[in-house]
Nanobody
Framework: QVQLVESGGGLVQAGGSLRLSCAAS????????MGWFRQAPGKEREFVAG???????YYADSVKGRFTVSRDNGKNTVYLSMNSLTPEDTAVYYC???????????????WGQGTQVTVSS
């Protein structure tokens, strides 16, 4: 069992930056690939970024070059650094854990409760 708790969301102006954190419980964090997803009002949940167990990263085209995902296995934490934010990035952001590196939400076993990111124009 893995419990995930996101933090770091908030209100930021367009062009600004935020860093989200996701703290995982348990001693098995290193066994999981981690992903970040987001869901805007009226839209489906979409993949944002992922990082595999050894640090390989992959991104949605919409955030490539602006967002960076990283993990600290010693702290059981995964991060999402977001730069050059636009109002289109406004959403609830979720972290999730999966046994394989994947962009597919249905393949993730554990999810956090989400953290709101709002970007004003």
């Amino acid at each position: 069992q893995v419990q995930l708790v996101e933090s770091g969301g908030g209100l930021v102006q367009a062009g600004g930056s935020l860093r989200l954190s996701c703290a995982a419980s348990g001693r098995t964090f290193i066994r999981y690939a981690m992903g970040w997803f987001r869901q805007a009002p009226g839209k489906e949940r979409e993949f944002v970024a992922g990082i595999n167990r050894i640090g390989g990263t992959y991104y949605a085209d919409s955030v490539k070059g602006r967002f960076t995902v990283s993990r600290d296995n010693g702290k059981n934490t995964v991060y999402l650094s977001m730069n050059s934010l636009t109002p289109e990035d406004t959403a609830v952001y979720y972290c999730a854990a999966a046994q394989i590196a994947t962009r597919t939400a249905g393949s993730y076993d554990y999810w956090g409760q989400g953290t709101q990111v709002t970007v004003s124009s």
